[in-house]
């Protein structure tokens, strides 16, 4: 298979013309063709308390604060790009957002990378092809061009560029169709508990730094909101999550 075959999918919010712009021009540098662009969900201004598929109390008890509506419109912008994804025949599809900026190599190695799973014939999810670090993991193969595919135990969070098969994408409509956390969080947590997450390093894609679009001032909801419990439920997540990873990893060198 070559990455021709993969359907590509890249979220940008209407208004957002000149990141529209920014990300079609990465795509054609990085010789993908027939890219297709999901309109990204704008949460802003939603009382999220009054939509059907997010539970706020889950939320705020799991996170120690309100979740955000640029969040809930993050959640649900990934949501429609594996639908969209699921509805093809295609046993694997990429989600890119649009603050991406691609490698030059992005193609031969996301290729490589979904050549060497194959071969290994073991179940996985979801490869994280634009990692900001890499923390708990196992080395698995070189692939191409300088890059490794890692075993993530401890999946990274963003969600810049991430590749996915119908297995990993169908395990997301079918048990997590309701958004009770950011989706980054979401897919670190799945990807804990199920040992079927992988990543590319050194990472094939990573932010542009542009700020976003749909996510309001950083500087006055960072602590809006928050519960006397915040902290700890953080650390709880980080713990909990890391304790797993580490038994993993043990478990692979095993």
């Known amino acids: 298979m070559t990455i021709g075959d993969i359907p590509v999918y890249y979220i940008n919010l209407d208004s957002s013309t000149d990141r529209r712009a920014a990300i079609e021009a990465e795509i054609r540098a990085a010789g993908i063709t027939d890219a297709i662009r999901v309109p990204a969900f704008d949460g802003r201004g939603l009382d999220l308390s009054r939509v059907a598929d997010c539970d706020t109390e889950k939320a ?10 640029a969040e809930y419109g993050c959640y649900r912008s990934h949501l429609d790009c594996i639908e969209r994804f699921l509805a093809t025949d295609s046993p694997y599809g990429i989600v890119l957002e649009d603050d991406a900026e691609l490698t030059t190599e992005f193609q031969e190695v996301t290729a490589a990378a979904i050549g060497l799973l194959e071969r290994r014939n073991q179940p996985w999810d979801l490869v994280h092809l634009g990692p900001g670090r890499m923390k708990i993991h ?12 890692r ?3 401890y999946f990274p969070m963003m969600t810049t560029a991430l590749l996915w098969s119908r297995p990993g994408a169908q395990n997301i409509l079918d048990h997590h169709r309701r958004v009770t956390m950011p989706v980054d969080t979401q897919f670190r947590e799945i990807m804990v508990k199920r040992g079927t997450g992988y990543a590319i390093w050194p990472p094939l894609a990573r932010q542009t730094g542009a700020t976003s679009d749909i996510d309001g001032d950083g500087a006055t909801r960072k602590a809006h909101g928050r519960s006397w419990y915040y902290g700890l439920a953080k650390q709880e997540r980080l713990w909990r ?3 797993i990873a580490y038994g993993r990893k043990l478990a692979h060198r095993a």
């Open 138 to 149: 196992s080395r698995i193969d070189a692939l191409v061009a300088g890059h490794d595919l």
């Open 60 to 69: 705020h008890r799991f996170l120690g604060r309100p979740l955000r509506g």
């Open 151 to 153: 075993k993530a135990h």
């Open 241 to 243: 999550n890391k304790v």
